[in-house]
């Protein structure tokens, strides 16, 4: 009886020691994924501010215009990149 409560005890470290090491890989694996998604976003936002840049004359009216896309991305519930993709024509024309 001894024994076998040994070899369960075993067992279940072992168990754990294996749910740690995949608990540890895991969270590399989500580390990894949220980097990559910071830096899709940063390379977003930079395209979107050069884009921005072609069709404005100053620091000041770019500020403006991404408060502009941002608010209305905001009330619509939509993403920034979509948001200016829709007013780009008018952006263009100015």
Avoid: C, H
């Amino acid at each position: 009886m001894e024994r076998d409560f040994d070899r369960t005890d075993r067992s279940v470290r072992g168990e754990t020691d294996s749910l740690g090491k995949l608990s540890a890989v895991a969270s590399a694996v989500a580390s990894a994924l949220a980097v990559r998604q910071v830096v899709s976003y940063a390379d977003a936002w930079t395209n979107l501010q050069n884009q921005l840049r072609q069709v404005t004359d100053s620091q000041e009216e770019l500020n403006r215009v991404t408060d502009r896309l941002l608010g209305i991305a905001n009330d619509t519930r939509s993403g920034i990149a979509s948001t200016a993709n829709l007013y780009e024509p008018a952006l263009n024309s100015a």
